[in-house]
Nanobody, 114 residues
Framework: QVQLVESGGGLAQPGGSLTLSCVAS????????MAWYRQAPGKEREWVAS???????AYADSVKGRFTISRDNAKNTIYLVMNSLERQDTAVYYC????????WGQGIQVTVSS
């Protein structure tokens, strides 16, 4: 059974930074896609950023230029570096992975507030 465990969330001020981590149980090479999603209060879950199996990265327009997705294969971990945070980035952030099945982490809260 695949487990994805997020960490690194919390409170940040507008303009600040946070880095989220997602550790997978086992090698991340087996996943066709790994990604970050988020869900703000009262809104649907939305895609934030992702890696494809061929290594390409993609970002939602709302975070492009501010967020960076990266990976450490040796640590079975992906990261989301979030800079220039804005209040509308406040959400629960979820790690996502896909093989023939899809897997989600439990989610971690990010709050941007002064």
């Amino acid at each position: 059974q695949v487990q994805l465990v997020e960490s690194g969330g919390g409170l940040a001020q507008p303009g600040g930074s946070l880095t989220l981590s997602c550790v997978a149980s086992g090698s991340i090479f087996r996943f066709n896609v790994m990604a970050w999603y988020r869900q703000a209060p009262g809104k649907e879950r939305e895609w934030v950023a992702s890696f494809s199996s061929v290594g390409g990265r993609a970002y939602a327009d709302s975070v492009k230029g501010r967020f960076t997705i990266s990976r450490d294969n040796a640590k079975n971990t992906i990261y989301l570096v979030m800079n220039s945070l804005e209040r509308q980035d406040t959400a629960v952030y979820y790690c996502y992975a896909r093989t023939a099945r899809t897997y989600w982490g439990q989610g971690i809260q990010v709050t941007v507030s002064s």
